[in-house]
């Protein structure tokens, strides 16, 4: 039964008297978890900030008509040329229509599923922007803008004004910021559009939208769904796009082939619309954590060293604890305890500097174009970083404090005292 | 008279460089309250000896008793409490921690004990320092005193956990005769008054002269 009172009482004396090694050695701890958390909360925010700009105004399933070829040609009804490889040259795509037939009763059902989050109609449409005698072309998107705002983080692209306000007009558009910017138009003007058919419409701007993406901003804006509905003269029934979120991404995959197989459409998941994201945070992950564990084993050698020396220091010391009466465990103890303070001291030390840095580089200022709601350096204040951090800094103090304690241990004092 | 201190037939072998038999079939015993010495020319295997006495050195054959208990063959931890409780040891070299106040060197080993509360150790402690008339020392560091302090610090230590023999590996050996005859007066007080038993490896003939019994050593023998 080890006397751990007597044991860390030595264990302090030996790190006080040499304070300035045991600095160094804790300041090694301190730099490789300062570093881990420093990277791993800006990479992590980072990585999130850029699934969030997929993520959060994708649809985890996308459901929407196709203009596609029909996959049965004429020449398959024949059936003297079943047996025959025919080949149809110059195949049109089969005229069919950009309604989704039955989207609302779609959608309820969908909503039934417990699977689904949410699912909404859109209307896409093609329209012009009329300035004048000139005609811009663009896209003109019918939504229901609180459950946009809900489900797709709608609101964070909206530079000005609000989904509430779309909402409540009539005749309202949300308009990309730049045809805002070519027209020179602002909240409260009015705009007039026409559609393909050449009906012209005048809407009045109650909000400006900016995805990030310039090319997309320079065409699409936003209307209500029953706006689109009255423009283009259709039933309170029609919709051409369905958006559907998931409370787990992992079974969109399943989910959309599901949805195609029952209701006769095309459904794509967002693995695969987006399949190249998710490498590119598997990678970043991969290298914020391969910098920090190398950091952290140069941290355990610069312990491993010190300790090692001290203890050829101290040589004399073992020999009369031992023949006064301490064993070989005892002495281990109290070596490993001076590198577990080590580990401690230096790791939350590291975890303060890391949490300093974090929150100096969180108010950095950082303006970009693709992401309207980001002013500063994305940080992700993780407390499990924190925790990952403290306990490897334990557990490389642990193992480069274990192999110079195991030689002290075995240290003969016999040696030592004749040896003088 | 019980025997504090027994050995019987200890053999002790060099494996390196060569084979080398520095300890022929030694046997004898200690008495409590006995001030022996052990004399012998460098070489003649009394500080070896006194190594297996001490239980530190455990590579040896024969047999080892201590309060008429056979310790040859225990446990290294078992062995350490024993060490801890029953041996206390004086060094030629005076082998303070010396980071440490006296007052903690001379704690430590009780403290290791943990058979007493602090206060009592602490109280112990500055007694020993006391009756060896060093106790204005007690709050100095152990590597800011002189060498015979150090020596009389070295025996308080020894002393502390009221040790049922102390043994010393030339422990006036390093000091000037003033300070020698102080060590050897300490060391035949305790034996006189406490009846403590000792048994001290020494090359100081005067020194060997003023004990009770002295053991001559040669070629790995006892010879008188």
Not at chain 2, 126 to 145: D, G, V, Y
């Amino acid at each position: 039964m080890p006397n751990w009172s007597v044991i860390l009482n030595i264990a302090k004396t030996h790190l006080l008297t040499k304070i300035k090694q045991t600095v160094t050695a804790a300041l090694g701890v301190t730099f490789g978890i300062g570093a881990y958390i420093t990277l791993v909360s800006f990479m992590t925010g980072l990585n999130g900030m850029l699934d969030d700009l997929i993520l959060n105004q994708t649809p985890h399933i996308h459901i929407y008509n196709e203009i596609e070829p029909s996959k049965n040609q004429p020449i398959d009804l024949y059936d003297e040329f079943k047996n025959s490889f025919n080949v149809v040259h110059s195949i049109k795509p089969k005229l069919s229509q950009r309604k989704i037939h039955n989207a609302f009763p779609i959608i309820d059902y969908l909503k039934e599923d417990e699977n689904v989050r949410g699912a909404i109609p859109q209307i896409k449409t093609q329209i012009f922007y009329i300035a004048g005698s000139i005609e811009l072309g663009g896209n003109l998107t019918g939504i229901y803008p609180l459950e946009e705002a809900k489900l797709f983080n709608f609101k964070d692209y909206i530079i000005k004004g609000s989904p509430e306000a779309l909402q409540n007009a009539n005749n309202g558009i949300l308009l990309g910021s730049g045809i805002a910017k070519k027209m020179s138009l602002d909240i409260g003007d009015r705009i007039q559009i026409s559609t393909i058919k050449g009906h012209i419409f005048p809407l009045r701007i109650v909000g400006i939208y900016q995805s990030g993406i310039a090319d997309l901003d320079a065409i699409q804006s936003f209307v209500n769904l029953k706006t689109v509905q009255r423009i283009l003269g259709e039933a309170e029934n029609y919709a051409t796009d369905i958006n559907v979120k998931l409370h787990d991404i992992d079974i969109a995959f399943d989910m959309s082939k599901k949805i195609e197989k029952q209701f006769h459409v095309k459904a794509v998941d967002i693995n695969t619309a987006n399949a190249q994201f998710e490498t590119g945070t598997t990678i970043r992950n991969l290298i914020t954590y391969a910098v920090s564990i190398t950091l952290l084993i140069v941290a355990g050698f610069g312990i491993y060293n010190i300790l090692n020396m001290l203890i050829y220091e101290k040589m004399n010391d073992i020999a009369i604890l031992k023949a006064t009466g301490f064993s070989g465990k005892d002495v281990q103890l109290i070596f490993m305890s001076q590198a577990i303070i080590i580990g401690i001291a230096g790791g939350i030390l590291g975890l303060l500097i890391g949490f300093i840095f974090t929150s100096i580089i969180s108010t950095i200022p950082f303006a970009t174009d693709a992401l309207p709601t980001i002013e500063t350096y994305p940080i992700n204040f993780n407390v499990w970083f924190y925790v990952i951090g403290i306990v490897f800094a334990m557990i490389s103090t642990f193992f480069a404090g274990y192999l110079p304690s195991q030689k002290a241990k075995k240290i003969d004092p016999v040696q030592i005292i004749r040896g003088q | 008279m019980s025997i504090v201190l027994a050995a019987k037939n200890i053999n002790k072998y060099f494996k390196k460089p060569v084979r080398f038999h520095v300890l022929k079939d030694i046997s004898f015993k200690i008495e409590k309250g006995e001030f022996s010495s052990i004399m012998g020319k460098s070489g003649c295997g009394k500080s070896t000896l006194l190594y297996i006495l001490s239980t530190m050195d455990t590579d040896y054959e024969g047999e080892l008793y201590l309060n008429d208990e056979l310790v040859t063959g225990d446990s290294r931890e078992k062995l350490s409490y024993i060490r801890n409780k029953h041996i206390g040891f004086v060094f030629q070299f005076h082998y303070l921690l010396s980071e440490f106040s006296v007052l903690e060197n001379v704690m430590l080993p009780a403290k290791k004990l943990a058979e007493r509360t602090l206060k009592e150790i602490e109280h112990n402690a500055i007694l020993q320092l006391k009756t060896l008339n060093i106790e204005h020392l007690a709050r100095k560091k152990a590597s800011q005193i002189s060498g015979g302090e150090k020596q009389r610090v070295a025996i308080a230590r020894a002393l502390i956990n009221n040790p049922s023999i102390i043994m010393g590996d030339e422990p006036t050996g390093n000091l000037d005769s003033y300070n020698s005859d102080n060590v050897f007066n300490i060391f035949k007080q305790l034996s006189d008054e406490k009846g403590l038993s000792l048994l001290v490896v020494t090359h100081d003939e005067d020194f060997a002269k003023r004990t009770d019994r002295i053991i001559t050593m040669e070629d790995g023998s006892i010879i008188s």
